[in-house]
């Protein structure tokens, strides 16, 4: 593990998500530690997208900022909203020069899928038609996400593709939970990893499911065709139990004749790069924000 890294596991909390009202209240607190971002050079809005029911988004505008994201937060589709979000949805549109849509969608287990996936689609309609007001061009729209907000972008991909809904540039997929089975050798041993693990990762899969079988929509690694997806670009962690899948999504996004920048962080793990005086954190959020930067150029 990166030593920088390392110094930070004892304070790490050690959630098993197995009340998640409580986990959401700790995501918070753990959340407004994080050093404020700079947002003196945009505009900050919160909104409502007409949806049923409406969902809340906060849109921050650079200046001159022509292409739009409309972004996903982590927290294993049972915590996180626009306020946990902020830091990183603000970093974002600042390192990228591009507006940042961040979703609020409904959480599971109160809402299961496919709540939110429909409200992030719902987000993703209203960005397209609405494009000109929001002062974007409608053809440099990308999608994106952390963990179960990556899962949730992977989903829109497929999604838009198959009912010929909002076209989209660009998929930024950032350590995502694309499949339920957990069968690949990262989900079968990565036990004890910080921050996630094979336990922790089943559980937000149970929240999520709820009762039903996983669709390629709720767990996109099991979508048999990938043809025709937008460019992504897919980053993982070393030691993250969604590293294999992530990694062989990629490689059938490739095979399937998509175009795939995949990046491996070494001696990473699940969520780090929260971990912002770390030096490889650092590059990884400036690479993040270089890549979208380039996606959406003219």
Known sequence: MDPELEAFIPLFPRADLTDPVVERKN???LATAVPAPDTSGMEVEDRMVPAGPDVPVRVYRPQQAQGALVWMHGGGFVMGDVD???PWAARLAEGSGVMVVSVGYRLAPEHPYPAALDDAYAVLAWAAEHASELGIDPERIAVGGHSAGGNLAAALALRARDEQGPRIRFQLLSQPGLDDRQETWSQR???ETPWMNRDKVAATWRHYLGSQPASP???PARAVDLAGLPPAYIATAELCPNRD???DYALRLLQAGGS????QWPGTFHGSQAILSADVSQRQIAEIGAVLRRALAE
């Open 260 to 263: 795939v920048e995949l990046h």
């Open 189 to 191: 041993n990565f036990t």
């Open 245 to 247: 899948e992530d990694i």
């Open 84 to 86: 946990t979000e902020h």
């Open 27 to 29: 995501f918070a607190e």
């Open 217 to 219: 929509y709720a767990a």
